[in-house]
């Protein structure tokens, strides 16, 4: 089976950024369970030659190759819609929508260019039917395990760990933690350690205990309100309503790390909570859980080992992606 993937290669399209998400899950994903898969970074082609010779590339590459299914990931208007409409006259499409539930009208504009496309929200191919976009699956995000793995040469030698883009909220729960006492390390975009690298963020949570996931959904904790002027701003300026599945939930187990995260709808069908998956709901959970699992050696590990069996047996993206084509009647 050929499978043409149309992302982008680099974070972004910034080669400074490093590589992008779709390069390191969904291209090494499929590659470990699919012979013949090609890559065609649209992104990267726009900003050399423009749209329209990009998009010439792109069908010459499907003509010239002939693959069974193309999979897209959209940034914004690289393509036009009726360009992509046009290609499946050529190949069977399929587009990726990492955030379907809050990109909303992106995802009305774009989904039916496709034969298919997917949702990340667990109620989101009822919710698209009800407005006439029968052509929803239900893919959650999952991970490329042969790069988010353990590494038994690595000391877990952190206590708790962070990474995700500063927010004032998260910055509160964080300061929350270390009020408590719990030795944090918090990472990504504006946090004053800034940014890691895709192999310094795996190390990081293959040296962590735990790693927690947090939310940046508004917050009216009238505590977090007076924690900083930022924050009042912000629930105010955000139009986030609620929280989704993400990529993190599947690389910090698939790592061999404990995860402490938000609860979102959907996340107790993919791990058991309190056996593969910790949950919180709110600030002071956090706080209580992080410290109970902290003092307590042997149902950390037990949870680190459940999560991390789960990712390998149900999450791996090579798996997701077989399993999608089979359903599909497409391999």
């Known amino acids: 089976m050929k499978v043409l993937l149309v992302c982008m290669k680099y974070d972004y399209g910034d080669p400074n950024r490093g590589l992008s998400y779709d390069w390191n899950h969904f291209h090494l994903g499929l590659k470990s369970h699919f012979e013949e898969v090609r890559f065609f970074d649209y992104l990267g082609l726009t900003q050399e030659l423009g749209q329209e010779s990009m998009q010439q590339a792109l069908i010459d590459e499907i003509t010239d190759w002939r693959p069974d299914v193309t999979v897209f990931s959209l940034y914004t208007d690289q393509f036009s819609t009726g360009f992509v409409k046009g290609l499946q006259r050529l190949t069977k499409t399929l587009c990726f929508f990492h955030d379907d539930g809050w990109r909303r009208e992106f995802v009305a504009e774009w989904a039916p260019c496709f034969d298919v496309f997917t949702t990340t929200d667990i109620t989101g191919v009822r919710r698209y039917a009800r407005n006439g976009l029968s052509n929803a699956v239900f893919v959650p995000f999952g991970v490329n395990e042969q790069l988010f ?52 963020m795996i190390e990081l949570f293959q040296r962590s205990k735990i790693s927690v996931n947090m939310t940046n959904c508004p917050s009216w904790d009238i505590r977090y309100l007076l924690f900083s002027p930022r924050a009042l701003l912000n629930r105010f300026r955000s139009t986030k309503v609620h929280e989704q599945i993400k990529g993190r939930h599947f690389e910090i187990p698939a790592c061999g790390t404990m995860q402490l995260s938000y609860y979102v709808d959907g996340l107790e069908k993919l791990f058991e909570p309190g056996n593969e998956i910790v949950i919180y709901q709110t600030p002071e959970e956090l706080v209580d859980k992080t410290i109970r699992y902290l003092n307590d050696p042997e149902e950390l590990e037990r949870v680190t080992k459940n999560g991390l069996d789960r990712v390998r047996r149900d999450h791996g993206y090579g798996q997701r992606f077989l399993q999608v084509f089979q359903s599909l009647g497409w391999c």
């Open 149 to 200: 793995c353990p590494a038994s040469h690595l000391a877990k030698d952190i206590d708790v760990s962070f990474v995700g883009s500063w927010h004032p909220y998260r910055e509160w729960l964080v300061s929350r933690l270390r009020k408590s006492g719990v030795k944090v390390e918090a990472f990504g975009y504006r946090w004053p350690d800034g940014m890691l690298s895709e192999a310094k």
